[in-house]
């Protein structure tokens, strides 16, 4: 069957199983919009590159499937790059289709050309330049091996405009074990001498702490972690990247450590003999200074990507696998063990969990509102499975802490790159992944004027989030380093409290703009939001500028020098 090569890259996924696609057409790529008229899959409009990029992402996160996102070259190319960044640090499958000039013009600056896989070099798992039509099923094939398998991640398939236009004889896709991709060999099972050592050292431990990342909400390990949790009966810290993956609620779970972690799971962390890490990549934002970070702690180090072995903190026992496979296989290990004795150590746990609990002052009679409170509603008024998905600020602390995650897959957020503008278009693309779902989106006022114009590309789509702005007029977490380290100088940081009108700007986009400024009209706000599910809605809800994150770990300090709230201090 001849073909057109746009025909064969839609007809490719179309088998990989991609069921959207995020984009927005332009010249180079216009041959590849033709075929999508035809197609099964739904083609979602975005109003700017970056949020086909995070829709993707948001997608992913949702499902678990890969998100992908398709863009013209040059300026398309590049605007999209910000999500493979965000994708790349935090380890989302992501396939990025981008359209190139044609193949005789490459290397000749013409219009709207640019070297998109040089740019993307380092921040995707692999990129191709596909440069006859031929090639474009086995590439397209190898690209989501690639973007699904070991450590998950972006990749990106360059497709130059004459390739799309050639005729080609189709073939089918190849399956994953017809793939020739010399050097990638991602290892599932891990070593069985290296698991019988961690099994030996956490059943001796005595102060042990597992530490759980996002790589066990990649591997979908939910249940191998709740297993190895009954089995070790040890107490278990939850990164930003993986709340939900042990349910808030259970007596073992101290919740998130880290620079704005609560106080037990960072003082765990410093005071453990053993730190079993399972998925996690130590983080500046974890360890606070490296040379002062759990100085008494053996460390077991669980990773699907050798390369983070060792790469932070030495490991005593390092194990490369896929955390399912590893955590199966450590439970297994560890049951027949005898265990040392954890009854001192849940009682000290227990003493900080009951002497410094996550906590804030309530609003003043006609005060401003309080952010955490905000949230604290939002949960108990949503559905138990909502999908909270949260820009990077304070705001996204504030709901990492005061949204309890009973379930995994519930929360999304941009860790690593800490992407401001992030929330609204990667809730669209959880919503798109998961339409039967509730999703609302916690964002600050500098993260949504950022991006919130794919609110049109919800609304015309019919795709119904739901967006909190928490607004208090600041780049609040910004304000509160100015407050705290800089003697309250407070440069280029007051955004404005009158501009703009965010239930105008919400209405113009067809959505529905609802704004609260009262405690007493909380309530009501969110029941009404939560009752519309033909458009997006957005609420503005004024919040006191003077709140700030606690607890905190400073910017190069220990992490036994953690701050919590004032009123905690006072009081210690």
């Known amino acids: 069957m001849n073909i057109t090569g746009a025909q064969a890259l839609i007809k490719a996924l179309e088998q990989q199983g991609t069921e959207v696609i995020f984009g927005y057409p332009g010249g180079a790529i216009l041959p590849v919009y033709d075929p999508i008229i035809d197609s099964s899959i739904r083609h979602v409009l975005v109003r700017h590159e970056q949020g086909a990029g995070h829709m993707a992402e948001g997608y992913a996160q949702a499902t678990g499937r890969p998100g992908v996102a398709m863009v013209t070259s040059g300026p398309g190319a590049t605007n999209i790059v910000t999500p493979i960044a965000n994708a790349y640090m935090d380890s989302i499958p992501l396939v990025v289709i981008t359209g190139q000039v044609p193949t005789a013009a490459i290397g000749t600056d013409a219009f709207q050309e640019c070297d998109i896989t040089g740019i993307t070099m380092g921040i995707t798992k692999h990129n191709w330049l596909i440069k006859d039509a ?43 074990d017809q793939l020739d991709l010399p050097g990638y060999h991602p290892v599932l099972e891990g070593d069985p001498e290296a698991i019988a050592a961690a099994a030996r050292l956490l059943a001796d431990a005595e102060r042990p702490v597992l530490y759980v990342g996002g790589g066990v ?5 939910i249940e191998a972690l709740a297993e ?23 007596p073992q779970n101290l919740g998130m450590p880290g620079m704005h972690g609560n106080y037990t799971a960072v003082t765990a962390m410093q005071q453990a003999d053993l730190l079993v890490s399972l998925g996690a990549r130590f983080d500046d934002r974890v360890t606070g200074r490296l040379d002062a970070f759990a100085p008494r702690a053996a460390i077991v180090h669980v990773d699907i990507d050798a390369a983070e072995i060792g790469k932070v903190r030495k490991a005593d026992v390092g194990i490369v696998g896929d955390a399912r496979h590893v955590i199966e296989a450590l439970s297994a290990a560890s049951a027949g063990l005898p265990r040392a004795d954890l009854a001192a150590w849940w009682a000290t746990l227990n ?16 005060g401003m509102l309080k952010p955490q409170a905000i949230i604290e509603k939002l949960n108990e008024m949503s559905p138990d499975d909502t999908i909270v998905v949260s820009g990077v600020g304070q705001h996204q602390m504030w709901a990492a802490h005061h949204w309890n995650y009973e379930h995994p897959y519930t929360w999304i957020n941009s860790g690593g790159a800490g992407t401001m503008g992030y929330a609204v278009p990667a809730a669209i693309g959880a919503k798109a992944g998961q339409p039967g779902r509730t999703v609302w989106a916690i964002d600050g006022d500098g993260c949504f004027q950022m991006t919130a114009q794919e609110l049109v590309t919800a609304r015309s789509e019919g795709i119904p989030i739901k967006v909190a702005i928490l607004n208090n007029s600041y780049l609040g977490m910004v304000r509160q380093w100015q407050e705290m380290f800089y003697e309250e100088r407070y440069s280029e940081v007051y955004l404005s409290q009158d501009l703009p009108n965010y239930v105008m700007w919400a209405e113009a986009m067809g959505c529905v703009g609802i704004r609260v400024d009262r405690a007493e009209d909380v309530e009501a706000a969110i029941e009404k939001a939560n009752a519309i599910n033909d458009r997006p809605v957005v609420i503005d809800f004024r919040t006191d500028a003077a709140e700030k994150v606690f607890p905190m770990v400073a910017a190069g300090a220990s992490n036994d020098d953690i701050m919590v709230h004032p009123i905690q201090q006072a009081g210690a």
């Open 134 to 176: 031929k090639d474009i099923p086995d590439v397209i094939a190898e690209a989501f091996y690639v973007a699904t398998t070991g450590r998950p991640g972006p990749v990106l398939v360059d497709v130059p405009k004459d390739v799309t236009q050639s005729m080609v004889e189709w073939h089918d896709c190849p399956t994953p």
């Open 351 to 366: 003493d900080w969990r009951e002497r410094y609990p996550m906590i804030y002052e309530p609003a003043s009679d006609g």
């Open 228 to 250: 190895l949790v009954r089995v070790s009966g040890a107490p278990v810290v939850t990164t930003l990247m993986a709340r939900g993956a042990l349910p808030d609620s259970h």
């Open 217 to 221: 909400i990649k591997a979908r390990a």
